[in-house]
T-cell receptor, first 119, second 112 residues
């Protein structure tokens, strides 16, 4: 079946612009996660949705970052007034449920990512 | 807080060589431990996992044992292939948590 998809695959923007990154999770997965991967680093947690609500947004770096999941499926990560330091690969993952990652119900399936470059 | 430290790369090996990638962690309680792999042009994939001390995760010829006494989860494969060329990430999630904390990744290149 279809995996997690993310669009666009690449996004180049200018400093100060607004961008939206989209994630389509695996059908039926109630939990959705956003991570950010800077060059040479591992992914860092940004936000977690259980259904439509953001259950944990503790990883968002500042109030320029916002994410929504209005119907409990597709999610959009929104970045306002982009800065050069926002350049990174933004990864989306989904899992069947949002319980402990050790549980077989919570294997996180990752999308290919969106590479954001802020000039 | 929770953190993962893994061996820096890049690592270059010949086919059929033995591969070890070291991973140590810091966490309170009893985390679950994971190895993820990212093949060129693809997304992160779960390679193996272990959820309690002394568990051994294994998949595709790779193995890792959860060692609580040394807070380690080293990845090993006895005979690598060119198709194992990828970036490998060690990760953990705290007990009863959903967030993954990743190491910086180790790039492995296997030459024919």
């Amino acid at each position: 079946g279809a995996g997690v998809s993310q669009t666009p695959s690449n996004k180049v923007t200018e400093k100060g612009k607004y961008v939206e990154l989209r994630c389509d999770p695996i059908s039926g997965h109630t939990a959705l996660y956003w991570y950010r991967q800077s060059l040479g680093q591992g992914p860092e947690f940004l936000i977690y949705f259980q259904g439509t609500g953001a259950a944990d947004d503790s990883g968002l770096p500042n109030d320029r970052f916002f994410a929504v999941r209005p119907e409990g499926s597709v999610s959009t990560l929104k970045i306002q007034r982009t800065e050069r330091g926002d350049s990174a690969v933004y990864l989306c993952a989904s899992s069947l449920k949002g319980t402990s990652s050790g549980s077989s119900y919570n294997e996180q399936f990752f999308g290919p990512g969106t590479r954001l470059t802020v000039l | 807080g929770n953190s993962v430290t893994q061996m820096e790369g890049p690592v270059t090996l010949s086919e059929e060589a033995f591969l070890t990638i070291n991973c140590t962690y810091t966490a309170t309680g009893y985390p679950s431990l994971f190895w993820y792999v990212q093949y060129p042009g693809e997304g992160l994939q779960l390679l193996l996992k272990a959820t309690k001390a002394d568990d051994k995760g294994s998949n595709k010829g790779f193995e890792a044992t959860y060692r609580k006494e040394t807070t380690s989860f080293h990845l090993e494969k006895g005979s690598v292939q060119v198709s194992d060329s990828a970036v490998y990430f060690c990760a953990l999630s705290a007990f009863n948590d959903y967030k993954l904390s990743f190491g910086a990744g180790t790039t492995v290149t296997v030459r024919a």
